[in-house]
């Protein structure tokens, strides 16, 4: 799954993640019926200078089970480690999905080849990176055609979906402040959205701000707090967020 940050990639695998699971918690390691699924994030290992395949490997064998992980300077046992959890799985009727969140973290050859080894144990793969990423890693794996990888692409928000999110984000903000209630019109929604390319996680921060900037200004006792076009064009001035992207 590739895209620019904030555009929802690990929201969506972890929407994955937590269907599969028996849990939606933190666990790193849930079993659900015949599917044992893995969590990683490579944020927790890309702070290691140096951090290779074979450290990457090794930290997925902690998560499944440390008590059985070999110490990371007998790298030789690394595989074989892993191939005997999986086949005594396979025994059991239980198959390993493994979830990479933050892969564009770690190096290109790092992740090609975890990639070849995982799925030549018959293993599922669902990696979460930027677009740039992604390409090098399509463009590496269809010359070597080690395996077989489907690419999902995450664009901006569509007009619709802006809507639904405002909505929501409305919603959100009544139950919480009773008075006064939060509207963003027409215009304001739409320049959220094109100032911040239609990605959620920025539109939410921009929407924050705005409003923000005209509760502070303007103290209101109405019942209705109304977010124009206007309101956006003025926070927008000292606004960090379209540049950050």
């Avoid at 969590?39 to 702070?47: A, R």
Wanted: a positive charge; proline letters at 3%.
């Amino acid at each position: 799954i590739s895209g620019d940050r904030g555009i929802g990639k690990t929201t969506l695998a972890r929407h994955v993640y937590n269907l599969l699971s028996s849990e939606s918690g933190e666990s790193r390691v849930n079993v659900n019926g015949s599917v044992q699924c893995l969590w990683h994030s490579c944020s927790l290992s890309s702070s290691r200078k140096h951090f290779q395949y074979d450290d990457l490997l090794h930290a997925v064998l902690r998560q499944i089970d440390e008590s059985q992980a070999p110490p990371l300077d007998n790298r030789k046992r690394l595989e074989p480690q892993f191939r005997d959890h999986v086949d005594r799985k396979k025994k059991d009727g239980v198959s390993l999905v493994i979830f990479l969140d933050e892969v564009d973290l770690l190096e290109l050859g790092t992740v090609l080849e975890f990639i070849s080894f995982i799925s030549s144990c018959g293993v599922a793969i669902l990696m979460c990176c930027t677009p740039e990423k992604a390409s090098e890693v399509r463009s590496n794996l269809i010359q070597s055609r080690q395996a077989n990888v489907q690419f999902l692409g995450l664009s901006g928000l569509t007009r619709e979906d802006v809507n639904q999110l405002f909505d929501l984000a409305e919603a959100r903000w009544s139950l919480v402040v009773k008075n006064p209630r939060l509207r963003f019109d027409k215009k304001a929604r739409s320049r959220i959205a094109d100032f911040t390319h239609g990605i959620p996680r920025l539109m939410l921060s921009m929407a924050i701000q705005v409003t923000d900037a005209k509760r502070s200004q303007k103290p209101t006792k109405k019942k209705e707090l109304v977010i124009t076009g206007w309101d956006v064009e003025q926070a927008s001035q000292h606004s960090e967020i379209g540049d950050s992207k």
